[in-house]
């Protein structure tokens, strides 16, 4: 889905990332730069049979971590078995601060101890949906114990934890719990999640701990919805009118 990386990496930009290269199977590139804004790069990499990443993929990536600040992994990559494979090397081996979204999330089903591998900051951002799959409980279980969850996921697979929903959790390995009060029932539309990825991202690129990127990424992508809601309506919204509205955000926080 060329849309989820287009919104995360245009997003990213608008965040203050001072250059944003979005990774695709080498097929899909030039689809994607006719779709993605100009400002951002592509970077085509090997694909398998399917025609979503492939191994080979991740030992191209090996070869040029040194270019990034931070890396997203996730939005609209799919989940065919050759690109589950890439994103579980990629999530173990990644030495940049990285943020697990989306599919990459699936990725990890039933093996959420690959988190405990890692040596770098690793931010994961589910719903209730992909919280569910993370670690088994029901969504109404999850639902009904937030915050918990939350803190002891965690705390128990050494990562920053954003739990999305009414009162987004953000958790930290060490304790530290955040609950954000921004935003509204209109970003409940799709894409907004994608939004919030390039958001972390970008702060993470821009020296932020992965607790503070979280926590400032659910504050100001909620804000930027509520001016986004009250100019478009919630009823209207769509994931790039969040996107237009974080300059006017940051601009107002500036002030």
């Not at 990386?5 to 997003?11: G, H, I, K, V």
């Not at 949906?129 to 639902?143: A, N, P, Q, W, Y």
């Not at 987004?168 to 029932?185: D, F, M, P, Q």
């Amino acid at each position: 889905m060329l849309g989820a990386a287009a919104l995360s990496s245009l997003s990213a930009m608008r965040s203050g990332a001072g250059m944003v290269t979005t990774a695709i199977p080498r097929d899909l590139n030039l689809t994607l730069q006719k779709k993605i804004s100009h400002c951002v790069m592509t970077l085509p990499l090997a694909q398998g049979a399917l025609g979503g990443f492939s191994l080979k993929a991740f030992e191209q990536l090996k070869k040029i971590w040194d270019r990034f600040d931070a890396v997203a992994i996730g939005p609209g990559i799919g989940r065919d078995n050759g690109t589950i494979k890439f994103v579980r090397q990629v999530v173990i081996h990644c030495p940049q601060p990285l943020v697990i979204d989306a599919d990459a999330l699936f990725a990890l089903k039933g093996q959420p101890e690959i988190l405990l591998k890692v040596k770098s900051v690793r931010v994961l951002t589910p719903h209730a949906g992909e919280m569910s799959r993370l670690t088994g409980f029901s969504t109404k279980k999850i639902e009904g114990s937030r915050q918990k969850i939350a803190c002891d996921f965690a705390q128990k697979y050494h990562c920053v934890l954003l739990l999305k929903g009414h009162q987004t959790i953000v958790a930290s390995a060490e304790g530290k719990i955040y609950l954000n009060h921004t935003g509204n029932v209109g970003m409940a539309t799709a894409g907004s999640g994608d939004v919030l990825t390039g958001m972390i991202t970008a702060f993470l690129g821009q020296g932020m701990s992965g607790f503070d990127a979280a926590k400032y990424g659910a504050y100001y992508h909620g804000k930027a919805g509520d001016l986004a809601a009250k100019e478009k309506t919630k009823v209207s919204m769509i994931a790039t009118d969040i996107i237009e509205h974080i300059p006017k955000v940051f601009k107002k926080a500036s002030s």
